[in-house]
């Protein structure tokens, strides 16, 4: 991943699901256990997987610069009132911002939907996502070992919708531009 470039955020869909799976099976014991609040096996993860609606929920992600491979992932599940984040990062691009940029552009889809509040609800000892909670104002509410982090959401407006548009269109883009260079790739390899 570059670190001189913007992370591009894209939505993941129902054909995603293989490599959102994978993402969270790459996670190591200690990262499951603070992203899904205990320890969790490969087959809980397809579980969990397979029962997202990539329709009604946001699932976004950062690739790596060959598009091949989930670097990050956030995963918005929305209810009628609200919606919970849960969020991971591949520990070799932890600090270069990935995090921040999906929390954003989960707050921008759930404005756009008029969601009134969206939270985390994760392990105390969750430093990376009370850093995240802490630096975007979130009301933290410890628990003992468990805390929730809350955040009440705006309305959309013109420009929430504008970026959303943007994010998906930018998205779209260098997708295609990944799809073509690694389809020429392939090509030149088969005639060298």
């Not at 490969?42 to 609606?53: A, F, K, P, Q, W």
């Not at 992600?61 to 591949?90: C, N, P, Q, Y």
């Not at 929390?103 to 009134?116: E, I, S």
């Not at 779209?172 to 690694?182: F, I, L, M, N, P």
Request: aromatic share 8%.
């Amino acid at each position: 991943m570059s670190t001189t470039n913007a992370p591009i955020t894209v939505r993941l869909r129902e054909s995603d699901r293989a490599s959102l799976a994978s993402h969270f099976i790459q996670l190591d014991a200690e990262d499951r256990r603070l992203r899904f609040g205990s320890n969790i096996g490969d087959e809980s993860l397809h579980d969990y997987v397979n029962r997202i609606d990539f329709e009604r929920d946001g699932v976004f992600a950062v690739h790596d610069d060959e598009g091949a491979r989930l670097l990050a992932v956030i995963h918005v599940a929305l209810s009628a009132k609200s919606a919970e984040l849960g969020l991971s990062v591949a520990t070799e691009v932890r600090g270069q911002g990935l995090g921040s940029a999906l929390f954003l552009r989960a707050v921008t889809f759930l404005r756009n939907r008029a969601t009134p509040e969206v939270f985390v609800h994760c392990l105390t000892e969750n430093g990376a996502m009370m850093h995240l909670a802490r630096k975007y104002r979130m009301r933290i509410i410890p628990a003992g070992g468990e805390t929730d982090a809350r955040l009440a959401l705006d309305p959309p407006t013109a420009h929430t919708v504008f970026a959303e548009w943007f994010h998906e269109y930018n998205a779209a883009t260098v997708t295609a531009v990944r799809d073509q260079a690694r389809f020429a790739r392939t090509l030149l390899g088969y005639f060298a």
